[in-house]
């Protein structure tokens, strides 16, 4: 597998500024924030800002580790089948069904791009796709290494302060905001809310199967490869112990 340094060198650059564009031109908040400006300049001066992102990225020494391992899964969100960009050690996940998967967006870039990119198959025919999704995850925060230190350091205090304040359900709030700003309220039907819920727990199946599925591919790969290795050092082996000289 290769690292996701090697294969933002030997990518389909424009392919992956192409993504990025299109996800945030699908954002109604980012363009509204950008009202003034074309879609043209909005599309064209995003890609350039991240085009310099990437060449940093790729000055970078990184920090390889075959252990983490990004993979794509699909998933599905109000009924439209996406894909979701996936992190996870990959000695974990052999180890347990049910091991965590790790979120990007708060590490150090030079770890990041040394982790590997799957070979499964749905990675490989979107991996423009998953560089992008990556790309935008590390770049949250900023796309300064100064910056975005600085960016999380302030959001880490902020949730810390949050979590010692009491909780308030989020249906309360809502509906506090929906009050205050004269909103409409939905109405209440028990039929349609249990429908509702069938919809989203297929949709939550939907996405646990394939996350099972690909990451499942995955470790099956690696193992293949590492008896395989195991094979050729053993005479073919296998796990069984080699004869001591004569």
Request: charged residues 35%.
């Amino acid at each position: 597998m290769q690292t996701v340094q090697a294969c933002l060198r030997t990518g389909n650059r424009e392919a992956i500024l192409g993504a990025l564009a299109w996800d945030l031109l699908c954002d109604p908040i980012s363009v509204l924030e950008m009202g003034h400006h074309t879609i043209k300049d909005i599309r064209d001066g995003y890609k350039t800002h991240m085009s310099g992102f990437i060449d940093r990225l790729l000055e970078m020494q990184a920090e390889e580790n075959e252990n983490m391992v990004v993979f794509l899964a699909e998933t599905m969100l109000n009924g439209r089948e996406e894909r979701e960009v996936l992190l996870c050690d990959i000695r974990e996940a052999a180890a347990d069904p049910n091991a965590p998967y790790y979120d990007p967006g708060f590490t150090a870039w030079r770890k990041i791009l040394g982790y590997h990119v799957a070979e499964n198959k749905l990675t490989q025919d979107h991996l423009s796709e998953l560089l992008a999704r990556l790309l935008k995850d590390m770049a949250w925060l900023g796309t300064e290494e100064d910056a975005r230190k600085a960016r999380k350091e302030k959001l880490e205090k902020s949730f810390q302060e949050a979590m010692k304040e009491s909780g308030i359900p989020a249906e309360q709030v809502f509906g506090e905001i929906a009050r205050e700003y004269g909103f409409p309220i939905d109405e209440t039907d028990p039929v349609q809310d249990a429908l509702r819920e069938r919809v989203l727990e297929t949709q939550i199946g939907f996405m646990e199967y394939s996350r099972k599925r690909e990451r499942k591919r995955l470790i099956e790969r690696v193992q293949g490869r590492t008896e395989h290795a195991n094979d050729e050092c053993t005479g073919g082996k296998g796990d069984a112990e080699t004869e001591g000289p004569a």
